[in-house]
């Protein structure tokens, strides 16, 4: 008999496709979950919002940098000939030292995150154990991931010093240590970095000081951000999903009934 086509524009996909009643009524509950889950993920807008934890994540390194450099202290040089000229030129080659130093600490973190990340949504893509509990779990499945990832970020923590202790024993680390002086005296006769430092020096004690405790409280704030975010999206991802599943599972039984009063008209004819 001729049959009627559904459209599936309102679940799992953003384009018009077109499905035939018997095909819908025939989908199993799986099929259905990853209709309900595609569209969810599309009506909460997914790409918009990993695009802006990303920038939160990925700014994080950053501002742990600066907090760094803004903290660090002026190094102690013996009185002599441009002594004050050395201490600004050693105390701005420390800050960027410093700088260079946490954000790559920080880097390494979020790099072992975001490998463990990466595996669960690989799991996710491959293992259907993993994704049926990812779908009908979402929060507790992403805290885990979360839990997991901060472990990871521990163990980085701690072995960072130790590869920064033994980089300076390698040719390499000694070369460098070596041409600080000369960096610093690039430093210290810097125009730009003059200019900016005299018009930094004008600014009020109390809003440096303001600043300063921003950039030190800045990555634990942006972190707490980060997953309260991610947290809020996951929970609303998982609220569109249970609307979407039960309106396809409601909307396939008067599919199958249809069909099934049709199938008997037509044997009776």
Do not use: C
């Not at 803004?70 to 030292?97: F, H």
């Amino acid at each position: 008999m001729q049959v009627n086509s559904v459209s599936s524009t309102n679940f799992g996909s953003t384009g018009k496709q077109k499905i035939d009643l018997e095909t819908f009524a025939n989908l199993s509950d799986r099929d259905l979950k990853n209709l309900a889950y595609a569209r969810a993920s599309y009506d909460v807008n997914d790409k918009k919002h990993k695009r802006i934890n990303n920038a939160i994540f990925y700014s994080i390194p950053v501002v742990a940098g600066l907090g760094a450099a803004v903290n660090t202290v002026a190094p102690v040089v013996k009185n002599s000939k441009g002594a004050a000229k050395n201490l600004t030129g050693l105390l701005r080659t420390a800050k960027l030292k410093n700088f260079a130093k946490t954000t790559a600490l920080w880097t390494s973190m979020f790099l072992a995150a975001d490998a463990i990340f990466g595996a669960k949504h690989y799991l996710d893509k491959k293992s259907p154990t993993v994704k049926e509990f990812s779908e009908k779990h979402p929060v507790l499945s992403t805290f885990t991931a979360i839990g997991v990832g901060l472990a990871a970020v521990f163990g980085v923590s701690k072995g960072f010093p130790k590869f920064v202790k033994a980089f300076k024993s390698t040719q390499l680390g000694k070369d460098l240590l070596k041409k600080e002086g000369k960096l610093a005296a690039k430093l210290a006769d810097n125009k730009l970095i003059n200019k900016l430092s005299q018009k930094a020096s004008k600014i009020p004690p109390a809003i440096k000081s303001f600043g300063k405790g921003l950039l030190n409280w800045g990555p634990l704030m942006l972190v707490l951000t980060s997953i309260m975010h991610t947290s809020s999206h996951e929970r609303a991802k998982a609220t569109e999903y249970g609307k979407n599943y039960e309106t396809l599972k409601t909307a396939q039984s008067v599919v199958r009934e249809t069909l099934d009063a049709a199938s008997e008209i037509a044997e009776e004819v």
